[in-house]
């Protein structure tokens, strides 16, 4: 079948709502493309006009986490959008086919995805139905925000509700401010991801329910369980970031921008914080003692740097096999770790710390020598 004397359809890969995708090839450029035309039965003029919206919306979009729109026009009275074709599968048939994702793929996608969102964001483009389905893998792993079908501008006084009262959207992803009919806004896509995170690392969504009433309830009014406790292996630091992106409120939600520079930043990993320099004064009179040399049955001490945050907190280092006194002459550094002995005050000292507690009392006196003056004055 060739659609617009351009496009020859081969297979169907998609079906939604409002139209049906094909894998298709354009034949004037010699490219496979993806083609998404609308169906007969809802070839409505809402429909067409949702269907324009979605091709003028996306098309402002030129970015490597949105699929792109190349072409638009209508064939035998309905209406066709040609896309970049995405050769991979969608994030749901990923999690199908291999169960729970991995803290280090999760952050891909949503490090990917909030650069997507933040592209549309900055456009003034609110997605609205941000779900598995829509978030594509291309065969490198590159995630691709999809079907705008839905999307609305910021400043659209429609944006919450269709024609007919019926809030728009997926259910098991809808933000609490939604579930309520209020408008879409950036932070109601956030906190979209946010779910579609939590049913990657866990397998299942944060919400779930028998009715539509009872999961918006939930959305509205219930808090989500840690993912760890439904499971899933996530360092601290993801799940704590990954339950802000939940947050009741919008605005205790990280923007799109702030989660895709916080996941590219690598602190989902949760790695502790550099510790602080050495003094040289204390660290010398150790390397000092590792000069000197030591007979039979003694090890030399090295100041190495620091094994961890625990000995950053006070606890005692792992005494291993590489500490143990060597039996022969020495060839080297060991690799034993000491924790730096406090010197004793000397005399110097002593007499500051005299002249400094002299000080606060001197001071203290004159303070509520002026305080009774005053009152007696008065």
Same mark, same amino acid.
């Given at each position: 079948?060739?659609?617009?004397?351009?496009?020859?359809?081969?297979?169907?890969?998609?079906?939604?709502?409002?139209?049906?995708?094909?894998?298709?090839?354009?034949?004037?450029?010699?490219?496979?493309?993806?083609?998404?035309?609308?169906?007969?039965?809802?070839?409505?003029?809402?429909?067409?006009?949702?269907?324009?919206?979605?091709?003028?919306?996306?098309?402002?979009?030129?970015?490597?986490?949105?699929?792109?729109?190349?072409?638009?026009?209508?064939?035998? +009275?309905?209406?066709?959008?040609? /896309?970049?074709?995405?050769?991979?599968?969608?994030?749901?048939?990923?999690?199908?086919?291999? +169960?729970?994702?991995?803290?280090?793929?999760?952050?891909?996608?949503?490090?990917?995805?909030?650069?997507?969102?933040?592209?549309?964001?900055?456009?003034?483009?609110?997605?609205?139905?941000?779900?598995?389905?829509?978030?594509?893998?291309?065969?490198?792993?590159?995630?691709?925000?999809?079907?705008?079908?839905?999307?609305?501008?910021?400043?659209?006084?429609?944006?919450?509700?269709?024609?007919?009262?019926?809030?728009? +959207?997926?259910?098991?992803?809808?933000?609490?401010?939604?579930?309520? *009919?209020?408008?879409?806004?950036?932070?109601?896509?956030?906190?979209?991801?946010?779910?579609?995170?939590?049913?990657?690392?866990?397998?299942?969504?944060?919400?779930?329910?028998?009715?539509?009433?009872?999961?918006?309830?939930?959305?509205?009014?219930?808090?989500?369980?840690? &993912?760890?406790?439904?499971?899933?292996?996530?360092?601290?630091?993801?799940?704590?970031?990954?339950?802000?992106?939940?947050?009741?409120?919008?605005?205790?939600?990280?923007?799109?921008?702030?989660?895709?520079?916080?996941?590219?930043? *690598?602190?989902?990993?949760?790695?502790?914080?550099?510790?602080?320099?050495?003094? &040289?004064?204390?660290?010398?009179?150790?390397?000092?003692?590792?000069?000197?040399?030591?007979?039979?049955?003694?090890?030399?001490?090295?100041?190495?740097?620091?094994? *961890?945050?625990?000995?950053?907190?006070?606890?005692?280092?792992?005494?291993?096999?590489?500490?143990?006194?060597?039996?022969? &002459?020495?060839? *080297?550094?060991?690799?034993?770790?000491?924790?730096?002995?406090?010197?004793? &005050?000397?005399?110097?000292?002593?007499?500051?710390?005299?002249?400094?507690?002299?000080?606060?009392?001197?001071?203290?006196?004159?303070?509520?020598?002026?305080?009774?003056?005053? /009152?007696?004055?008065?």
């Amino acid at each position: 079948m060739l659609v617009a004397d351009r496009y020859r359809l081969h297979t169907v890969i998609g079906r939604g709502g409002m139209g049906e995708v094909w894998h298709a090839q354009d034949e004037v450029l010699g490219r496979p493309v993806a083609v998404k035309v609308l169906l007969n039965d809802v070839a409505d003029a809402s429909a067409e006009a949702r269907f324009r919206l979605e091709a003028q919306t996306s098309a402002r979009l030129n970015h490597p986490n949105v699929v792109g729109t190349l072409d638009f026009g209508t064939w035998e +009275g309905r209406c066709f959008l040609v /896309m970049e074709l995405v050769d991979g599968g969608s994030l749901a048939a990923e999690l199908t086919g291999g +169960g729970p994702l991995h803290a280090d793929r999760l952050a891909q996608v949503a490090q990917e995805a909030a650069e997507g969102l933040a592209a549309a964001h900055e456009q003034g483009i609110v997605h609205r139905d941000v779900k598995p389905g829509n978030l594509l893998s291309d065969r490198h792993g590159t995630i691709r925000i999809a079907d705008f079908g839905i999307a609305r501008f910021v400043d659209d006084p429609s944006a919450g509700l269709t024609t007919t009262g019926q809030i728009v +959207g997926t259910g098991l992803y809808l933000a609490p401010e939604r579930a309520i *009919g209020t408008p879409a806004s950036s932070a109601s896509d956030m906190y979209s991801l946010g779910c579609v995170l939590y049913q990657l690392a866990v397998g299942h969504p944060p919400f779930e329910a028998d009715t539509p009433t009872a999961l918006l309830y939930q959305h509205v009014d219930a808090p989500p369980v840690p &993912p760890h406790q439904r499971g899933a292996a996530l360092p601290p630091a993801f799940e704590a970031y990954l339950l802000s992106m939940l947050a009741k409120r919008p605005e205790d939600r990280p923007t799109a921008r702030q989660a895709a520079d916080w996941f590219r930043s *690598g602190a989902w990993r949760g790695a502790p914080e550099p510790l602080p320099p050495e003094l &040289p004064d204390a660290v010398e009179p150790y390397r000092q003692a590792g000069r000197r040399s030591t007979g039979p049955g003694r090890h030399r001490g090295a100041q190495q740097p620091s094994a *961890g945050p625990a000995l950053h907190q006070g606890a005692a280092p792992d005494h291993g096999p590489a500490t143990r006194a060597t039996s022969g &002459p020495d060839t *080297g550094w060991s690799t034993s770790v000491h924790r730096v002995a406090p010197r004793r &005050p000397g005399v110097r000292t002593s007499v500051r710390r005299h002249f400094r507690v002299l000080a606060v009392l001197g001071g203290a006196a004159l303070f509520v020598c002026a305080l009774l003056l005053g /009152m007696n004055l008065f």
